[in-house]
């Protein structure tokens, strides 16, 4: 199967990027929404997200691996909702903020932007090559 690609938020103040280096791996965990759930049970070992500071910067900041995946989410008592594990693969060399996001029409279909409440999101391959040239590679 071919690899997917993601982007996932995470705010800064309760889990920042650093925070993930930090770690090593960490686990992607505490989604209670149903899309976002489903996207975390589709992916797989191997693919790769976007790490997403939302509220505090709203920029996408680096490049993370799943690491882990189809694992019961650890918050949840009931056992209902899903997480996977992540590794970080690099900081982005510039960050991509939302607003150079929501004004670049090459991106107007993205949906980070088209469903902006969405904390797991899927990332087409041809917005992950854009947003990569556009990070400074």
Do not use: C, Q
Not at 85 to 103: D, F, G, H, Q
């Amino acid at each position: 199967m071919a690899k997917r690609y993601w982007l996932m938020k995470s705010e800064p103040d309760a889990y920042s990027w650093d925070d993930l280096v930090a770690e090593g791996e960490g686990t992607w965990d505490g989604v209670r929404n149903h899309r976002a759930a489903n996207n975390l049970r589709t992916m797989e070992v191997g693919d790769e997200a976007f790490f997403y500071h939302s509220n505090i910067g709203k920029e996408i900041v680096g490049i993370v691996t799943i690491s882990k995946s189809g694992i019961a989410d650890p918050t949840d008592p009931e056992g209902k909702w899903a997480a996977v594990k992540v590794k970080p693969v690099r900081k982005l060399k510039n960050p991509v903020t939302l607003k150079e996001i929501k004004a670049d029409p090459e991106l107007a279909e993205i949906e980070l932007v088209k469903l902006s409440r969405l904390s797991v999101a899927v990332i087409t391959p041809e917005e992950w090559d854009y947003l990569i040239a556009k990070s400074g590679g």
